[in-house]
C-alpha cells in the first residue's frame, strides 16, 4: 500500500473538535483535540537501489544524494526565494533565481545572519543574507506518487538556527512514508524588524519577515512537492518553540489559507490570557511597540533613514544588537501585530472563530522551566514565584503545590520525563550540558520527534530508539491522516472539554489527567481566566 491509498480525513470540522496536544514529545505531556479521522499506520519508504535522477522545479533541475537511510534521497539547499540582502532587506520573499544546468542539491545551504559566538566553527554553516533555501528527504521512486508532506520550522533565541544540524534529519520520518522539507528563515533583526518606514513602504505594517519567509516556503511547495512524490494537498506545518509561534501566526493569518492542512506545535501553546505570553517566543508586540523598537534600533545603529539601515552591512548589525551591554530598546525582536501577516489577536481569531480549522498536535517538554534549558529552583525561590504570579491566592497555590526542598521546588512545576542520555556536541541548539542536570529540557523532544538519533552523538540505548519509532511514527500518522493514532501504538484519544487530558510519550505512553487533582485544575483554570490582559 502506498501513501496514496490511505483514507483521507474530513475536509472540514468543528471548531471545537480541531486541537489535540502533543505531551510535546519526550518528556512531554499535554493535551488535545482533533477532527476524528481513520486510523493508519505509518507506510514504510518503498526499497529502490541507488539514488534518484534529476528532479525539475520551477526554478531548472536538481539532484540529490542519499540520505542517512536506504532508499530515501535528500535535496539540499534549494533556494526558495531571492537573496535578502541590500533592497531586499526587510521586504518579503521576492521570487527565486532559476538555471539551466542540473543543480547538485548536494550541500546545506547558508544561514540567515545570526550570533554564533561559543559554537564551534565547523558546527557553523556558511552565514549570508541569501539564505532563503530549503531541504527535501524523500523515498518516492516517482513524480506519480503523492506522500504527505511534512513542512519544519526550528526555533530558537536568535542563535544556532539553521535548518541543516542532524537533530532535524528527516529521513526517518521520511521512511515511514512523508516527504520531509526543512528551511531557513530570516531571524532575529533580519526577521522581525519593524519601523515607521517600512510600515509606509508596505503599506500595511512591518515586522514577521520570518513568518513571511515560511509563507514564501510554503508557496514553492504547493508549486513543486509534487515532483518530489508530495501531495500538495496534504502538508502539515510543524514547528518547536519560536518556529511554533509562526505556526500558530498561519493558523490565524490569511496569507498561508489552503498552503497547509494540519499543524503540530512543540513547546509552543499558551492559554490566550497566560501572562507568560508576555515575554515568551509566542507572544508579540503590538505594531506601535514594534516600530518604537525598530526606531530606536535605528538610533542604535546610528542611521538617519531606511536606506541607512540597508546600507549597514550584516556583520555589523549581528555585532552591536548581541554585543555585551547593548541596550533593551532597540535590541528587542519578535513577533509583531502588524495587522498583515497577523491581523488580529490570539483571542480575537479564537472568539471570532476565523482561526484556521485544522487538525492539530501540540505540548510541551516536562522540565521547560520557562524555555530554559535548565532546571533549578530553590524553595525561597518558588515561593517567591508563587507570592509574585498569584498574588492574594499565593497560600492556595502553595498547598496544592508544597515544596520543603529545593528539589521538590523544581519539582513541582512539571509533570515526568524521559530525559535524553549523556550529552550532545553535534548540534549547536542542544544544551552542552549533560542531560541529567537538564531534564526534560525544552527540546529534548526534538530527536525523538524526528526519530533519527542515530545521526547524534548522544549514548542511546535500545529504550531511546523505542520511544524514538513511537513517537515518530505518531507523527508519520498524524502527517499522513490528522489523526495520531496507527496500528501497533498506543491509543491517544481526542480531547473532551469536559474532561481535560494529556497524552504522556516516553516514559510511557498513555493518557493522563490534564491535572493530578480536580483542586489544581480548578485552581489553575480560574487563575487564567481571571487575567485581565488578553494575547
Not at 44 to 54: K, V
Not at 129 to 135: I, Q
Not at 472 to 478: E, H, L, M, N, T
Request: net charge negative.
Amino acid at each position: 500500500m502506498s501513501l496514496r491509498d490511505l483514507p483521507q480525513p474530513p475536509a472540514t470540522t468543528s471548531e471545537l473538535g480541531r486541537r489535540r496536544l502533543l505531551g510535546g514529545a519526550v518528556g512531554a505531556a499535554a493535551a488535545a483535540t482533533v477532527l476524528g479521522g481513520t486510523t493508519a499506520g505509518p507506510v514504510s519508504a518503498a526499497p529502490r537501489a541507488g539514488n534518484r535522477g534529476a528532479v525539475r522545479t520551477e526554478s531548472g533541475p536538481v539532484s540529490g544524494v542519499p540520505a542517512a537511510l536506504d532508499g530515501i534521497t535528500v535535496y539540499k539547499g534549494i533556494p526558495y526565494a531571492a537573496s535578502t540582502a541590500g533592497e531586499n532587506r526587510w521586504r518579503a520573499p521576492q521570487p527565486p533565481p532559476s538555471w539551466t544546468g542540473v543543480r547538485k542539491a548536494d550541500a546545506w545551504g547558508p544561514a540567515c545572519p545570526q550570533p554564533v559566538t561559543g559554537i564551534d566553527a565547523d558546527k557553523v554553516p556558511p552565514l549570508s543574507e541569501d539564505c532563503l533555501n530549503l531541504n527535501i528527504w524523500t523515498g518516492a521512486a516517482s513524480s506519480h506518487e503523492r506522500r504527505p508532506v511534512f513542512v519544519w520550522i526550528y526555533g530558537g533565541r536568535n542563535s544556532a538556527m539553521w535548518s541543516g544540524q542532524p537533530v532535524y534529519d528527516g529521513a526517518t520520518l521520511a521512511s515511514k512514508g512523508a516527504v520531509v522539507v526543512t528551511f531557513n528563515h530570516r531571524v532575529g533583526a533580519f526577521g522581525s524588524l519593524s519601523h515607521p518606514e517600512l510600515s509606509a513602504e508596505t503599506g500595511h505594517g512591518s515586522g514577521n519577515w520570518g513568518a513571511q519567509d515560511t509563507v514564501a516556503a510554503l508557496k514553492w511547495i504547493r508549486r513543486n512537492i509534487a515532483a518530489f512524490g508530495g501531495d500538495p494537498d496534504r502538508v502539515t506545518l510543524a514547528g518547536w518553540s519560536h518556529g511554533s509561534s509562526f505556526v500558530n501566526i498561519l493558523m490565524i493569518s490569511k496569507l498561508a489559507r489552503g498552503l497547509f492542512h494540519r499543524g503540530l506545535l512543540s513547546s509552543g501553546v499558551q492559554y490566550t490570557k497566560d501572562p507568560s505570553l508576555g515575554h515568551v517566543a509566542g507572544g508579540y508586540d503590538t505594531l506601535a511597540a514594534a516600530e518604537a523598537n525598530g526606531t530606536a534600533f535605528a538610533d542604535y545603529m546610528g542611521a538617519s533613514s531606511l536606506a541607512d539601515l540597508r546600507a549597514l552591512s550584516a556583520d555589523e548589525i549581528v555585532t552591536k544588537v548581541y554585543a555585551p551591554g547593548a541596550p533593551t530598546a532597540g535590541t528587542d525582536f519578535g513577533n509583531v501585530l502588524d495587522g498583515h501577516v497577523l491581523p488580529t489577536t490570539y483571542t480575537g481569531a479564537m472568539e471570532s472563530r476565523t482561526e484556521y480549522g485544522i487538525p492539530v498536535l501540540t505540548g510541551n517538554s516536562k522540565d521547560e522551566n520557562g524555555a530554559s534549558p535548565t532546571l533549578a529552583m530553590t524553595v525561597a525561590q518558588f515561593q517567591a514565584y508563587a507570592t509574585t504570579t498569584f498574588g492574594d491566592r499565593a497560600a492556595d497555590f502553595l498547598k496544592l503545590y508544597p515544596a520543603t526542598t529545593d528539589t521538590d521546588a523544581a519539582a513541582q512545576y512539571y509533570w515526568w520525563t524521559h530525559v535524553p542520555p549523556g550529552s550532545d556536541t553535534t548540534n549547536p541548539i542542544m544544551p552542552a550540558q549533560d542531560a541529567a542536570s537538564a531534564g526534560a529540557y525544552h527540546g529534548s523532544d526534538l530527536y525523538y520527534l524526528f526519530g533519527g538519533l542515530a545521526g547524534t552523538d548522544r549514548p542511546w540505548t535500545d529504550e531511546d530508539y523505542t520511544i524514538a519509532d513511537k513517537v515518530s511514527s505518531y507523527v508519520a500518522s498524524f502527517t499522513a491522516t490528522g489523526d495520531p493514532n496507527g496500528r501497533g501504538l498506543a491509543a491517544w484519544p481526542a480531547l473532551r472539554t469536559t474532561k481535560p487530558s494529556t497524552m504522556e510519550l516516553g516514559d510511557a505512553f498513555a493518557p493522563l489527567p490534564a491535572a493530578d487533582s480536580e483542586a489544581k485544575y480548578t485552581f489553575l483554570k480560574q487563575y487564567l481566566e481571571a487575567q485581565t490582559t488578553a494575547y
